[in-house]
């Protein structure tokens, strides 16, 4: 027993990638996630549109929550109205639209009542975070209107009370004027001059104080998501998520299966380069992958109800750059594993970080700026937001021409590596 333990000790110490995931993978995935998981959005966008809103913008930067508030400005100025927030919204250029509505431009009414605001409810936990926030606004305005009436009422009892003893003092002299008329008129002399009547002290005014809204329906709309369901944002998502495991997991068994079973060397003497190998054993998981999204975006949709508002066909380019990336990084896995053992090892590797670090469920925004790069970096991150934004926002290319460079950026990266590594693994007939 002492030999065999002795013997895998020795072969651990000879294939250092799995010692390397054995030891230093879970302190790396501990760092990371462990910052990572937060749920709470402390800082969002937020754009203020309307005639009256630059006044508003400064009002609400002077309160208490003003450091979650991002202001941005918009770069086209449009009528300032509901149809102008959703375009915003749409085009991801905030998180929360504030319209400073014209009708109720005075200044005595309550905060509620004078602006608008519309959340993009396709992200989330944003939303819930800015629903939070501009009800903590509104309360405050509410309680500062509240504490200037009281102040008000507390200035009317002192100088009520100050009235008061002003009137008991002149009484308290009229008793004493009388008694010394009286002592007058027996003596025969003038009545002395009566004493000045005291001045009324004026009350003052009460400001016109609205009842602060306690109902964040009454001004709050979310856009896109209006019951806030969590099934709405995570679907789009786990499409992505599903066609990663297809692409990534399944597709990197495939070269080391080749390896295995001794016909890497076959392929190797056939007159065919690299790339045309490598698009021939991706082809048939790139159909089964298009079969299952298909299948998941229909389910979802028919399952929980979630709309499908923008274009299909923007959806389908972005899947199938999407599926280039996977497929590409699923074959590079294969080439540079030795087994099958570690082609799975290296394929979760690459899988989880993107289940955690891409949004799908800890927001970016609430991500520190270190990790928040390393979800930039990942694939899952930029089709998740073109699925949102196309089937929820009803997003079109304008806006998500950006996540889609990316995505086709990454793909030609990663196939370009695939290639190399697929003529190095031909030429030396396996990893090394």
């Known amino acids: 027993m002492r030999a065999i333990i002795m013997k895998e000790f020795r072969e651990l110490a000879r294939d250092r990638r799995t010692l390397a995931m054995l030891v230093a993978l879970p302190v790396l995935l501990l760092i990371i996630f462990g910052y990572a998981a937060n749920f709470a959005v402390d800082r969002f966008a937020v754009a203020v549109i309307g005639p009256s809103a630059p006044a508003l913008q400064s009002e609400l930067a002077d309160t208490t929550a003003a450091d979650s508030l991002e202001f941005v400005h918009p770069e086209t100025a449009g009528a300032g109205d509901r149809a102008e927030a959703l375009e915003l919204l749409r085009r991801g250029a905030a998180d929360a639209v504030v319209v400073a509505r014209s009708d109720a431009a005075d200044e005595n009414a309550a905060l509620a009542d004078r602006m608008r605001v519309s959340l993009d409810g396709s992200s989330l936990f944003t939303a819930q975070s800015a629903q939070g926030v501009f009800m903590q606004i509104v309360a405050e305005d509410g309680q500062d209107r509240l504490a200037e009436v009281r102040a008000t009422a507390e200035q009317a009892r002192a100088d009520a009370s100050a009235a008061q003893e002003d009137f008991t003092r002149f009484g308290e002299e009229i008793a004493a004027y009388g008694a010394r008329v009286q002592a007058a008129l027996a003596s025969g002399e003038a009545p002395p001059a009566p004493p000045s009547t005291p001045t009324p002290t004026a009350l003052p005014e009460f400001p016109d104080v609205a009842t602060p809204s306690t109902d964040p329906d009454a001004f709050i709309t979310v856009e896109f998501n209006p019951d806030l369901k969590t099934s709405w944002v ?58 299952d999204m298909a299948a998941v975006t229909a389910l979802g949709v028919w399952l929980f109800g979630i709309p499908f508002v923008g274009s299909l066909a923007l959806f389908t380019l972005a899947a199938l750059v999407f599926l280039f990336v996977v497929l590409g990084a699923g074959v590079f896995i294969s080439s540079v594993s030795q087994s099958t053992g570690q082609a799975i090892q290296l394929a979760i590797l690459f899988v989880v970080p993107q289940v955690l670090l891409s949004g799908l469920i800890f927001p970016l925004e609430a991500m520190p700026i270190g990790v928040r790069w390393i979800g930039y970096a990942l694939p899952l991150t930029w089709f998740r937001e073109i699925s949102q934004g196309v ?42």
Do not use: N
Request: no cysteine.
């Open 234 to 291: 995570m679907v789009p998502g786990l499409i992505g998520l599903i066609l990663l495991f297809i692409g990534a997991l399944i597709t990197s068994i495939g070269l080391v299966r080749e390896r295995e079973t001794g016909t890497l060397e076959q392929l190797a003497v056939m007159p065919l380069r690299p790339a045309a190998i490598i698009f021939g054993k991706i082809a048939p998981y790139f159909l089964l992958a298009l079969l």
């Open 391 to 432: 089937m929820l926002r009803g997003a079109g290319l304008d806006t998500l021409w950006f996540p889609l460079t990316v995505l086709a950026g990454m793909a030609v990266l990663v196939f370009g590596a695939a290639t190399l590594r697929m003529r190095h693994a031909l030429t030396h007939g396996g990893a090394r």
